[in-house]
C-alpha cells in the first residue's frame, strides 16, 4: 500500500514539474494574413527548410521546431533571435545544419515569414 502511495506522488510531482516547464508560446500568424513577402519566404521555408524544422511546433524534427522563433528571448543555440543571427546560421549552416543558398531576396523573404511564426 505504501509502494503505490509512493509511486501516485511520484508521478504527481513529475507532472507537475512537467507543467511548470511548459510556457505558452504567441500562435503562428495566419497565411491569411501574410503579406507577399511572407507568402514568399512560406515558399522558400517548405523548399529549403520544411525537411528539417516543424515551423508550428518546438517538437524537434532532424532539427529544432521553430514556433515562436523570434518571440523568445534565445534560439535553441542559446543565441538571440535577431536577423543577424539568423541570417548567419542560414547561410553558413551550424553544426549539423548545412548552410543554405539563397538569394538576397529569398533570405529576406524567409526572414519576414521566420518572423510570422
Same mark, same amino acid.
Given at each position: *500500500?505504501?509502494?503505490?502511495? +509512493?509511486?501516485? +506522488?511520484?508521478? @504527481?510531482?513529475?507532472?507537475?514539474?512537467?507543467?511548470?516547464?511548459?510556457?505558452?508560446?504567441?500562435?503562428? &500568424?495566419?497565411?491569411?494574413?501574410?503579406?507577399?513577402?511572407? /507568402?514568399?519566404?512560406?515558399?522558400?521555408? &517548405? #523548399?529549403?527548410?520544411?525537411?528539417?524544422?516543424?515551423?508550428?511546433?518546438?517538437?524537434? @524534427?532532424?532539427?529544432? /521546431? @521553430? #514556433?515562436?522563433?523570434? &518571440?523568445?528571448?534565445? *534560439?535553441?543555440?542559446?543565441?538571440?533571435?535577431?536577423?543577424?543571427? *539568423?541570417?548567419?546560421?542560414?547561410?553558413?549552416?551550424?553544426?549539423? *545544419?548545412?548552410?543554405? #543558398?539563397?538569394?538576397?531576396?529569398?533570405?529576406?523573404?524567409? @526572414?519576414?515569414?521566420?518572423?510570422?511564426?
Amino acid at each position: *500500500m505504501r509502494f503505490s502511495f +509512493f509511486v501516485a +506522488f511520484i508521478a @504527481l510531482l513529475v507532472g507537475d514539474l512537467a507543467l511548470a516547464g511548459c510556457r505558452s508560446l504567441p500562435p503562428s &500568424k495566419p497565411e491569411a494574413l501574410f503579406t507577399a513577402e511572407e /507568402g514568399r519566404g512560406a515558399i522558400v521555408y &517548405k #523548399q529549403k527548410c520544411a525537411r528539417c524544422h516543424h515551423p508550428t511546433s518546438t517538437r524537434p @524534427l532532424n532539427g529544432p /521546431g @521553430l #514556433q515562436a522563433l523570434t &518571440k523568445v528571448k534565445a *534560439m535553441p543555440s542559446g543565441a538571440p533571435p535577431t536577423d543577424e543571427r *539568423m541570417t548567419f546560421v542560414i547561410i553558413h549552416g551550424r553544426n549539423m *545544419m548545412p548552410a543554405t #543558398q539563397l538569394t538576397d531576396q529569398e533570405l529576406s523573404d524567409l @526572414l519576414a515569414y521566420l518572423h510570422t511564426l
